[in-house]
């Protein structure tokens, strides 16, 4: 069974294609089975392979699959081959479920739209990529798929490219995601000359062997890592878009920018734990990055008024709580928490994507409210998730990971008591805007009517994320032995807070929040207005609510003067050489042809002078 | 028969030659110019002949003969020219003929 | 010998400069002619006869008649002439007489320079050039055969001009 590994990534990428050649004369009936059968053959198949890894296991916990040598040059020669281990497994079968989930979903959410089964070729594709991603025994192959995620997020973005709004979404998305890119393809650079092997395992292997902790190819390797894992996990300072990436299809939101492709950095970390363990202030540096990420996205998420605006800021700043776990070597809680928050994060979006199809398109939750009784389904499954992501004690997934996380931030050899406060305030923060978004949006008076519930195509997929996000929860400790098989446990440290006492807090910090949004927001609903009305109030707001300021930053650090640059060089002065040989040869002409003058004694002159010139050189020289 | 310098022969002809290129050069009148052109040939055919009689041998007069028969050709197809020329320009000016300027 | 080789070299270059200043047309074929007639007997002194008659016959005789009946035919008079004079600037000949000049100057340095024979003083007459033209030279001889029919076809082609028809009636 293990055999059919390669058959995950290839059956979508094969449905990517036939979808994207014949997809104009496909029927809408087959464009769906095409588009959705693919990715529920590739869950299938996941979940078989899963069944038989974990009911009997590999010897070495690892399995790999080589298909061919890519390329082979010298001595560099990578190969498509899929590498199993507890981590990619974990990662693959939560991947390729929650696709499933969210294709069958968008095949009732896009069936008005013409481009129907364009739309199912980019994901597809991207499920495909993803796949490949996770699965890849050497960078070069995770860089593939790294790229081609990258790409469908492009193409999925701007996937309504009559809207010039939309393409510079995807433009930004690219742009933004392509200055981490670099660095990461500079990071395989170094990594490849210094160790001479792109493959993950060998790679590692040779690290430990050759390099010292805290030498300074391991601190820049790592460091360049970092930037690419920040630019495709939006964390800061690369997480500007994010929120304008929210201008896609819902379903491309979920899947994409909540689930899944943003949580490559994570994976990539994890994947090369060693190397950030073999550099401890770039390890730091990702701790730091996770927390001040997932403080500054709660404040901006408090400010927003689209509803899926909220929802992006939320997933930056939960992702920054997963980079907060893999600063200070909490591998294990990291994916763990990664596996919970594609759950609850996925079906928000998904809810939000019923809320918004039912109200004729309407994403400022100002303009909604009441929908407690209108949308039922849609509101039991958001307040579940939301629970779930706030950390509702007990009873959710999302409560166990992040409490995880935060004990592991506090007690970790790597964590300190002041990441362990940051992740408290990111709760507080959390529930707050959380439950502000639920109380603005189900209860209080209806502003805009319903039109339309849901079909069963989408309704499945709400109810099973709904499950998943209460119960992922109760599996911590077998999940944790599994996943030890291939990420190291955590190094403790003595002192730091007891595991009670930090869930505790969490719960407290939990309420407080959800006691804030109760009180702003539903009790007084004028307290939020008047908040906001003096001016200390107002600058806060507009400073959050423009995500700090950073969009302002970097218009006016990189756009404003490369467009100038762009606007001065419009005459293009490397160009200018090619240009002034074609003009010199023209002034040369025109200076020449001053010399036909049509008159016959002129010519006869020259030719003259020329004679007696030649037989001077000839007698003299 | 005195022996006559071989140079003198050769200036005497570089002579005639640089003469008729003046005259090409500085006549505007197409049958000038025609003139000063027959005059540059004999100039070249006189250089033939005298290198000829230097050797003692008769190539040199063959080659004159050569260069006879060029110049009737030339003057015959030139002069039909010329009165073409005159048809067209109702003038013998060369200068007047320079539509091929630029 | 050698004295009328200089005096008719004399001769020819005297009537040659006169020649090329001239502003009649016939004077100046007249005085072309004598430049011929001068060349000629140049040829004599350097013991080519043969060519010395054929330069007569042919150059002065054919050529230079050729030049005549155009002029005739073109019919310049004393209004061609005031034009020349007024064409004929003395500033328009520095040019040409600095060019030939220097022309003249490297002649007579290459021939200063180069070694001196003297004539060989032999008469080559019509029978050694007649052998010569009628043994090595054969192919130049047919060469300069079809360039004269060339130039008789090209003459022919140029000067042809329709007759305009007669009226009917």
Redesign the interface.
């Known amino acids: 069974m293990l055999e059919l590994l390669w058959l995950v990534p290839a059956i979508p990428f094969a449905g990517a294609l036939v979808l994207a050649v014949l997809g104009a004369r496909m029927s809408h009936k087959s464009s769906t089975i095409m588009g959705v059968g693919t990715v529920a053959a590739s869950a299938i198949i996941s979940i078989l392979i899963a069944a038989e890894f974990l009911s009997s296991p590999p010897a070495t916990g690892m399995y790999t699959q080589t298909l061919w040598t890519w390329i082979d040059v010298g001595s560099f020669h990578p190969q498509i081959a899929f590498y199993l281990d507890a981590l990619s497994l974990v990662m693959m079968l939560v991947v390729t479920f929650v696709s499933f989930l969210i294709h069958l979903y968008s095949a009732e959410f896009m069936r008005t739209d013409e481009g129907y089964s364009r739309f199912f070729a980019y994901m597809n594709l991207f499920v495909a990529c993803m796949v490949t991603l996770l699965l890849a025994d050497n960078l070069l192959l995770l860089y593939l798929g790294w790229e081609g995620v990258g790409l469908c997020s492009y193409l999925l973005i701007g996937f309504w490219y009559q809207d010039p709004v939309n393409g510079r979404a995807g433009r930004k998305a690219f742009i933004v995601t392509r200055v981490g890119d670099t660095a990461l393809a500079i990071g395989l650079f170094l990594l490849f000359h210094s160790l001479g092997t792109l493959r993950i395992q060998d790679l590692l292997h040779e690290a430990q062997v050759q390099w010292s902790t805290g030498s300074a190819y391991a601190i820049a390797a790592t460091a360049l890592l970092l930037g690419g894992a920040v630019g495709k996990s939006a964390q800061l300072p690369l997480q500007t878009w994010l929120p304008d990436a929210m201008a896609g299809p819902t379903p491309t939101s979920a899947l994409i920018h909540a689930a899944t492709m943003v949580t490559a950095g994570v994976y990539l970390i994890a994947r090369t734990h060693v190397l950030f363990e073999l550099a401890p202030p770039v390890q730091f540096a990702v701790a730091a990055i996770g927390a001040a990420t997932l403080l500054m996205a709660g404040f901006s998420a408090l400010t927003q008024n689209d509803i899926k605006r909220v929802l992006a800021y939320s997933t930056v700043s939960q992702i920054g709580y997963m980079f907060l776990a893999l600063g200070v070597g909490a591998w294990g809680a990291a994916i763990f928490h990664f596996m919970t928050h594609a759950f609850f994060k996925a079906l928000l979006f998904l809810a939000a994507g019923i809320i918004i199809e039912s109200l004729h398109h309407e994403h400022n939750i100002f303009h909604m409210g009441g929908l407690r009784k209108e949308l039922p389904i849609a509101f039991w499954t958001f307040v579940i998730a939301g629970c779930s992501l706030a950390g509702l004690p007990l009873i959710t997934a999302g409560y166990y990971s992040k409490d995880l996380i935060l004990w592991s931030a506090s007690i970790s050899a790597a964590g300190s008591t002041a990441l362990w406060a940051a992740g408290i305030a990111g709760v507080v923060l959390t529930s707050l805007y959380t439950f502000r978004l639920i109380f603005l949006v189900f209860f209080g008076p209806v502003r805009t009517p319903v039109s339309g519930r849901p079909g069963l195509a989408m309704t499945i997929p709400v109810c099973v994320l709904a499950v998943l996000s209460i119960v992922a929860g109760f599996d911590k400790a077998p999940f944790a032995r599994f996943i030890a098989t291939a990420l190291p446990t955590l190094t403790e440290a003595v002192g730091g807070i007891a595991e009670t006492l930090s869930s505790i807090v969490a719960a407290l910090a939990f309420l407080c929040g959800l006691l804030g949004a109760w009180f702003v927001y539903q009790r007084n609903p004028t307290l939020a207005t008047a908040m906001v009305e003096n001016l200390a109030g107002r600058a806060l707001h507009r400073f959050w609510f423009s995500d700090w300021g950073m969009d302002w930053l970097y218009d006016r650090l990189f756009v404003r003067p490369v467009v100038w640059i762009a606007r001065v060089n419009k005459a293009d002065v490397v160009d200018s050489i090619y240009v002034g040989l074609a003009n010199l040869a023209t002034f040369c002409y025109r200076v020449l042809?001053l010399t036909?003058?049509?008159?016959?004694?002129w010519y006869?002159?020259w030719i003259?002078?020329g004679?007696?010139a030649f037989?001077?050189i000839v007698?003299f020289l | 028969m005195e022996m006559v310098p071989i140079r003198d022969g050769f200036i005497l002809a570089g002579a005639l030659f640089a003469l008729g290129?003046i005259g090409?050069?500085v006549r505007?009148n197409v049958i000038f110019?025609l003139m000063s052109l027959e005059v540059m040939l004999n100039a070249a055919g006189l250089a033939f002949v005298v290198a000829g009689a230097r050797w003692g041998q008769p190539d040199g007069q063959v080659v004159f003969l050569f260069i006879l028969a060029m110049a009737a050709a030339e003057v015959s197809v030139g002069l039909a020219l010329v009165l073409e020329l005159y048809h067209q320009y109702q003038s013998l000016d060369?200068?007047a003929?320079?539509?091929?300027?630029? | 010998m050698t004295i009328v080789f200089y005096v008719a070299g004399a001769v020819a270059t005297v009537s040659t400069a006169l020649m090329i200043t001239r502003l009649h047309a016939v004077h100046a074929l007249l005085y072309l002619i004598v430049s011929l007639l001068a060349v000629s007997v140049v040829f004599y002194t350097l013991g080519a006869p043969f060519i010395a008659a054929l330069e007569v016959i042919i150059y002065a005789g054919a050529i230079m008649v050729l030049f005549v009946f155009v002029v005739m035919l073109l019919n310049l008079g004393e209004q061609a002439a005031r034009a020349e004079r007024a064409l004929l600037k003395p500033s328009m000949w520095t040019?040409?007489l600095i060019?030939a000049a220097?022309?003249m100057a490297?002649f007579v340095?290459?021939l200063t320079a180069g070694s001196s024979g003297r004539f060989g003083g032999a008469m080559i007459g019509p029978r050694g050039v007649g052998a010569s033209l009628f043994g090595p030279y054969l192919i130049g001889v047919e060469l300069a055969s079809m360039l004269l029919l060339g130039g008789l076809v090209g003459a022919y082609h140029l000067g042809y001009r329709k007759t305009p028809k007669p009226e009917v009636g």
């Open positions: 042809s036909e003058t049509g008159k016959l004694r006869a002159a003259a002078s004679t007696v037989v001077a007698m | 290129l090409v050069l505007r110019i060369t200068d003929a320079s539509r091929m300027k630029g | 040019g040409p060019l220097i022309l490297e340095c290459l």
